[in-house]
């Protein structure tokens, strides 16, 4: 059984920073790729990061490209995903996943329940 819990959310000002952190519970996360997705209100939950199991291989979709890095610690079993000039449309629910580094949230088994980021403008 694989859990993943996110921490890290808030309430932040339109340029500000956050990091997200994604712990995984009860198996070893280093031979998993891990992703970050993001859900607003109405709309469907949509890629923002994906990194593979060593950390070598990065994916970003391209509105986050050069503002937000993943990054993983397999020896602490986490996963990051440092946030830096947030802007209002970065509002969201962010899940943690784990098992893929596709962008379809399908390709990926396992899943966090969340963590809420609302950049005010």
């Known amino acids: 059984q694989v859990r993943l819990v996110e921490s890290g959310g808030g309430l932040v000002q339109a340029g500000g920073s956050l990091r997200l952190s994604c712990a995984v519970l009860g198996r070893t996360v280093s031979t998993y790729g891990m992703g970050w997705f993001r859900q607003a209100p109405g709309k469907e939950r949509e890629f923002v990061a994906a990194?593979?199991?060593?950390?070598?291989?990065?994916y970003y979709r391209d509105s986050v490209k050069g503002r937000f890095t993943i990054s993983r610690d397999n020896a602490k079993s986490t996963v990051y995903l440092q946030m830096n000039t947030l802007k209002p449309e970065d509002t969201a629910l962010y899940y943690c996943?784990?098992?893929?580094?596709?962008?379809?949230?399908?390709?990926?088994?396992?899943w966090g329940q969340g963590t809420q980021v609302t950049v005010s403008s």
């Open positions: 990194i593979n199991w060593n950390g070598v291989i990065t």
């Open positions: 996943a784990a098992g893929s580094v596709e962008t379809t949230p399908s390709q990926y088994p396992y």
